[in-house]
């Protein structure tokens, strides 16, 4: 079945360092590949995604790029602050036609941003 | 911009008691999706609606049912509520597409506990 790797945590760095959360994936078909950000007591929300080979995401700093040759999609920030501090999730979702498929989450990474 | 809404946020039940966790889509959007978080865990797909009909399962326990309305809303009950049921259960919601996968928006949670 799918399943998606990503680096357990916690990863703990200063602020303004680089960041990067690697994740990479198993999947039959194509999937759609999407990071989750979810900050304490609080739900989940969509930080980025792509659809296909060689897109890449990006939002609020963050990128993250579909690499189908190593089945990869790790996150990265170029500079990282306190306020980024939070769990973030690597998720696929792979297209059955029905168009309602859950999806498959990693681990989670717990990131820590110190002053 | 309107979220997706879930109630109760809390809620607090005893075991072997029932019970009825209920989701509010975003303003059009037509499919409605349930997940399972345990403490410390990546969230658990357990089942998936679009116009009322279960579109994709996954790892929901016989114990539980859920279901699609007319107006989209959805309700997911659970009977014979079991200590191991305490977790974080997520509504999330998207547009349907015949092809492709399309981003899944979240609610923030209804936190249950069974003593």
């Known amino acids: 079945g799918d399943s998606v790797t990503q680096m357990e945590g916690p990863v703990t760095l200063s602020e303004e360092a680089f960041l990067t959360i690697n994740c990479t994936y198993t999947?039959?078909?194509?999937?759609?590949l999407f990071w989750y950000v979810q900050y304490p007591g609080e739900g989940l929300q969509l930080l980025l995604k792509?659809?296909?080979?060689?897109d890449k995401g990006s939002n609020k700093g963050f990128e993250a790029t579909y690499r189908k040759e190593t089945t990869s999609f790790h996150l990265e920030k170029g500079s990282v602050q306190v306020s980024d501090s939070a769990v973030y999730f690597c998720a696929l979702s792979a297209f059955s036609g029905g168009g309602a498929d859950g999806l498959t989450f990693g681990k989670g990474t717990h990131l820590i941003i110190q002053p | 911009a309107a979220g997706v809404i879930q109630s109760p946020r809390h809620l607090i039940k005893e075991k072997r008691e029932t019970a009825t966790l209920k989701c509010y889509p975003i303003?059009?959007?037509?499919?409605v999706y349930w997940y399972q978080q345990g403490p410390g865990q990546d969230p658990q797909f357990l089942i998936s609606f679009y116009e009322k009909m279960q579109s994709d399962k996954g790892s929901i326990p016989d114990r539980f049912s859920a279901q699609q309305f007319s107006d989209y809303h959805s309700e997911l009950n659970m009977s014979s509520l079991e200590l191991g049921d305490s977790a974080l259960y997520f509504c999330?919601?998207?547009?349907?597409?015949?092809?492709?996968?399309?981003?899944?928006?979240f609610g923030p949670g209804t936190r249950l506990t069974v003593t």
């Open positions: 792509a659809t296909k080979a060689d």
């Open positions: 999330a919601s998207s547009l349907k597409s015949q092809r492709m996968v399309l981003e899944q928006y």
């Open positions: 303003p059009r959007h037509d499919t």
């Open positions: 999947a039959t078909g194509y999937p759609s």
